[in-house]
């Protein structure tokens, strides 16, 4: 890849799965992975479904993977992720494992996006991807229980168990 032309992408859902993103961004790579602070994981929807996003939460974090990328594979992040209409596009500081923050580009839903229930499929993507990059499996669970929370749908021990069955079904 020309380094001139390339950015950083902060990856926090589907795209995390390497096999999927090689497929769409092919010779993107996985340069890093990290923690937004002040974040949290939860999945908002539309008329096509719930996914996931970024909302702030003091005290928080998402685990991340920073992917290098050029400006041909961000078009193809734009078709996929409904920029400009779904998601937008920010700059967001990233902490790497190795205790440096870099800025990165990353997408985050409106907040006119309700809470919204993701497809078995969507978080088994998701799943592969957090094992793929080796992030802690542990905030993925939580996504989960805090989505069955928001939706009013039961929850603890309720919930967890479920959590955790997605994320054997997927391993």
């Known amino acids: 890849m020309n380094v001139k032309n390339s950015k950083y992408y902060v990856a926090y859902g589907s795209n995390l799965h390497k096999e999927q993103m090689s497929f769409r961004c092919p010779g993107a790579k996985v340069i890093a992975i990290g923690k937004v602070k002040d974040y949290k994981l939860v999945y908002r929807g ?11 939460s003091h005290g928080d974090y998402v685990p991340v993977a920073i992917w290098e990328i050029n400006a041909d594979h961000e078009r193809r992040l734009d078709l996929y992720e409904g920029y400009p209409t779904f998601y937008y596009k920010k700059n967001i500081s990233v902490v790497l ?19 919204g229930r993701p497809s078995m499929a969507y978080l088994e993507t998701c799943a592969q991807g957090y094992l793929d990059c080796g992030l802690d499996m542990v905030k993925f669970e939580e996504s989960i229980v805090n989505n069955f929370e928001e939706l009013g749908l039961k929850v603890w021990p309720t919930s967890k168990v479920i959590a955790k069955n997605y994320l054997k079904k997927s391993r």
Not at 46 to 56: D, E, L, N, R, V
Not at 97 to 115: P, Q, R
């Open 46 to 56: 539309s008329k096509t479904g719930a996914y996931a996003t970024i909302i702030p």
């Open 97 to 115: 494992e190795n205790g440096k923050t870099i800025e990165a580009m990353v997408y985050i839903m409106f907040d006119e996006a309700l809470v």
